[in-house]
């Protein structure tokens, strides 16, 4: 490193700073003093500095620093340690051991990097054991952690084979790739279930399917089984008969389940003599069943297109069950209903009949989510009462045809500005005439066009600021709405998605527990961490710390663990480590100011096992990839010949300079030293008598 003293102003300009520093020193000294003349000039000397020192540094002069390194040519072994390549990858140990041993002799700086993402690995201490292969990311978290080194060539031991994240072969790399493939390229006699297809979710008591796609090479005019099982009891079986030599097969079992919560079901192929291994004849299945659907009561008037338009948008969507009741139809309309409502909405209710308000005061006194499509035969004033979101001051029995005009300050969902502009080309609704005012906390999500004129009247408002959530739509037509849509696009997802939002913003329960334990995801990895997020609040929901949260967790078979955390501001997660893949049921426990708080749920462990997926080496993917970055494509009788080549052509290393400018006045040192000159001068004259 070295350094360079640079000057702001003209050099001429230190004359000025030693002159400074003589004159004070000599008008501070030049009277006779208690001690002699060569004492005194030493001590103006002292002074002399100090001043000419400070005034030089009043200049600001530039330290200019440059420090030179040495980059050695770097080689990095990548080394794919999944299973696929466990038969072939631990002999090949011995001899990259031997490799990188010559090529640090030669000067070069060699590093180890294997799919943990671990940087500096010790060859001896390799596994062959991840059930995953992601080389795009081993190659990408090489690149990040080389970034800007003289990094040269990357020496990438493995089998080819990709089972998760993208193909290497489409990104780029600033180094070369030198692929030293192992494995066998030829296709294995085998029988596998590729893959399950089946939905997440079922409903309780309700049939499901879920489809097995087998996949089998060289095993043709052999037959087998295939059986779905829950808790080792067989379900279901079919026969699979292998007619070709490359084999695709799908096989679809319907089942259903009269208990609530995940459910793990195994599908297994029998093993058929001849192949050559049966681990991958087996696959797991969870399905959450819930009996979850939310209810929706559509109360209305009278019979009216808006009713069938609204069904078909509302019973498109399985997680509703819905409910129609018709007032004018039906033989006791004042009934009471006792089924509990996650919505209800009402189409021209209250209406100027008088029919259905006592049902109204209950669903309002319950605060279940409201509703309110107006029609001409709505009571407005009520709606206005009820609805405690939109206020309509109508003249006696006039209405109006106005278009929708969407209102684009509106974020509390999700709508595409660009395709809501379809609604001004709908046809117009009947909605009440008169003066519109929202109530504090209503937001408009569409407004009323009256033919070319935008105005600023609501025509559909959402409140869900309080804890009774309601939405007003200010008139009926939503079935012209829909027809008019699939004539111009041949589709009607405008309308629905609009209303199928709104309801589903209504209807969605609010989580008012001050008690909660969940993992932060629903399925974790065989050998990974579960991490349980805990949650607790007071009376006014503000977050509290210092409880202790007793758990308690069950696999399948009912076993349990039982654990205990406290619950603070530096510690809201709780990790479990050590879990079997399969279904586990969790239950906490705390103890609050309100009494005994407890929280349920459950979480999925999932053996995953990619590598049992493809056993077959891609040795021409490895060709690609080293062709596309410069590189050569290596085997293990190549290797020893490759280092050679390497060790003759050895790269230059690399000199990096850093260059780096600091104002003399801010290096510490300077400050230190006039101190010390300062106090040299104030310790003399006290020493010596002086003041």
């Given at each position: 490193m070295r350094s360079e003293l640079l000057l702001q102003t003209p050099s001429w300009f230190i004359l000025l700073c030693l002159l400074a520093g003589a004159a004070y020193a000599y008008f501070l000294y030049q009277s006779v003093a208690a001690w002699g003349k060569k004492v005194n000039y030493g001590l103006a000397a002292l002074r002399g500095i100090v001043v000419a020192t400070i005034c030089f540094l009043l200049l600001s002069p530039l330290v200019r620093k440059i420090e030179t390194s040495v980059d050695q040519a770097k080689v990095v072994f990548a080394i794919d340690n999944s299973e696929s390549v466990k038969p072939h990858g631990p002999g090949l140990l011995a001899k990259m051991k031997e490799a990188t041993k010559e090529l640090t002799d030669a000067g070069?700086?060699?590093?180890?990097?294997?799919?943990?993402?671990?940087?500096?690995?010790k060859i001896d201490s390799i596994r062959f054991d991840k059930n995953k292969t992601d080389l795009s990311s081993l190659l990408q978290t090489i690149k990040s952690n080389?970034?800007?080194?003289?990094?040269?060539?990357?020496?990438?031991?493995?089998?080819?084979?990709?089972?998760?994240?993208v193909s290497p072969v489409f990104n780029t790399y600033p180094f070369r790739i030198n692929t030293l493939a192992v494995g066998d390229t030829v296709p294995k006699l085998d029988i596998r279930i590729k893959d399950i297809v089946h939905n997440r979710i079922a409903y309780l008591g309700n049939d499901f399917p879920i489809r097995a796609e087998i996949v089998a090479n060289g095993l043709a005019g052999k037959s087998t089984t295939i059986s779905l099982k829950q808790g080792g009891q067989v379900l279901s079986t079919q026969r699979v008969i292998i007619d070709r030599d490359e084999y695709f097969g799908s096989f679809e079992f319907i089942t259903s389940s009269n208990q609530k919560g995940v459910q793990h079901y195994t599908l297994e192929l029998n093993a058929v003599q001849g192949e050559t291994s049966s681990r991958n004849n087996k696959k797991d299945v969870y399905i959450d069943i819930i009996d979850g659907r939310q209810k929706i009561l559509l109360l209305a008037l009278a019979p009216h297109p808006d009713i069938k338009a609204l069904r078909s948008l509302i019973e498109g969507n399985n997680n509703y069950e819905l409910d129609v009741n018709i007032l004018t139809v039906s033989t006791n309309p004042n009934q009471a209903i006792t089924k509990p409502y996650d919505l209800v909405i009402l189409h021209q209710v209250?209406?100027?009949?008088?029919?259905?308000?006592a049902l109204i005061r209950k669903f309002v006194e319950t605060k279940t989510p409201l509703f309110f499509i107006l029609g001409n035969q709505s009571a407005v004033p009520l709606v206005s009462s009820w609805s405690k979101a939109l206020i309509i001051n109508m003249g006696k029995g006039q209405f109006d045809k106005v278009t929708a005009r969407y209102n684009p300050a509106f974020q509390q969902l999700n709508f595409n500005e660009e395709s809501?502009?379809?609604?001004?080309?709908?046809?117009?609704?009947?909605v009440p005439f008169g003066e519109y005012s929202t109530a504090p906390g209503t937001e408009s999500i569409l407004f009323q066009r009256v033919g070319k004129l935008n105005t600023n009247k609501p025509l559909l408002v959402l409140n869900t600021s309080t804890d009774h959530k309601t939405a007003v739509l200010a008139g009926e037509g939503i079935w012209q709405w829909r027809q008019e849509e699939f004539a111009l696009t041949g589709k009607q997802e405008l309308v629905d998605n609009l209303f199928q939002k709104v309801i589903q913003i209504l209807s969605v329960r609010n989580d008012k527990r001050k008690f909660r334990v969940y993992p932060v995801r629903p399925e974790f990895e065989a050998?990974?961490?579960?991490v349980f997020q805990t949650e607790i609040?007071?009376?006014?929901?503000?977050?509290?710390?210092?409880?202790?949260?007793?758990?308690?967790?069950?696999?399948?078979?009912?076993?349990?663990r039982q654990f205990s955390y406290t619950h603070t501001v530096d510690n809201q997660q709780f990790n479990v480590s050590g879990l079997s893949d399969g279904v586990y049921r969790y239950s906490a426990t705390a103890a609050l100011r309100s009494g005994q708080e407890?929280?349920?749920?459950?979480?999925i462990i999932r053996h995953v096992d990619l590598e049992l997926n493809n056993t077959t080496a891609d040795f021409g993917m490895l060709r690609e990839l080293a062709g596309r970055s410069g590189g050569a494509f290596l085997q293990e009788s190549t290797l020893s010949q490759f280092v050679e080549q390497l060790k003759q052509n050895r790269p230059a290393n690399r000199l990096d300079s850093t260059e780096e400018m600091v104002e003399l006045i801010h290096l510490k040192w300077i400050f230190f030293l006039l101190v010390l000159l300062l106090g040299m001068e104030w310790g003399l004259r006290k020493f010596l008598g002086g003041y």
């Open positions: 070069f700086e060699v590093s180890v990097e294997t799919l943990d993402k671990v940087s500096g690995a080389f970034e800007g080194r003289n990094l040269t060539d990357v020496v990438l031991l493995t089998d080819g084979i990709v089972n998760q994240g209250p209406n100027v009949l008088g029919m259905g308000n809501m502009q379809l609604l001004d080309r709908l046809p117009p609704l009947s050998g990974e961490q579960v609040y007071n009376d006014i929901y503000e977050p509290i710390f210092g409880q202790e949260v007793k758990l308690e967790i069950s696999d399948e078979k009912g076993r349990r407890s929280a349920t749920g459950q979480f």
